[in-house]
Nanobody
Framework: QVQLVESGGGLVQAGDSLRLSCAASGRTISLYTIGWFRQAPGKERDFLAGINWSGGNILYTDSVKGRFTVSRDVAKNTVYLQMNSLKPEDTAVYYC?????????????????WGQGTQVTVSS
């Protein structure tokens, strides 16, 4: 069992930065990959980035490469998503999720545990 709690969302202006946090807990958290997703109103939930707990495997979707950076702090059991140069189209609810390290990182169905989400709104 894995519990995930996101934080760090908010209202920002275009061009600003935000750092989202995903605090993870669970006895075997080191056996999981943590992924970041987002869902805009009326749209599907999309994969953004993922990282395994050792940090040796990181994946980004093309649309956020160069703007978003995923990282983790093992001591704090926390995964971060640093988002720079935010655009209005980045407005969405952002979720972190956990998948077994044996599952494909970029596939939503790999993820068994989800946080409650945090709203990010980017004004123009």
């Amino acid at each position: 069992q894995v519990q995930l709690v996101e934080s760090g969302g908010g209202l920002v202006q275009a061009g600003d930065s935000l750092r989202l946090s995903c605090a993870a807990s669970g006895r075997t958290i080191s056996l999981y990959t943590i992924g970041w997703f987002r869902q805009a109103p009326g749209k599907e939930r999309d994969f953004l980035a993922g990282i395994n707990w050792s940090g040796g495997n990181i994946l980004y979707t093309d649309s956020v490469k160069g703007r978003f950076t995923v990282s983790r702090d093992v001591a704090k059991n926390t995964v971060y998503l640093q988002m720079n140069s935010l655009k209005p189209e980045d407005t969405a609810v952002y979720y972190c999720a956990a998948a077994s390290i044996f599952q494909p990182m970029g596939v939503m169905t790999s993820y068994s545990y989800w946080g409650q989400g945090t709203q990010v709104t980017v004004s123009s």
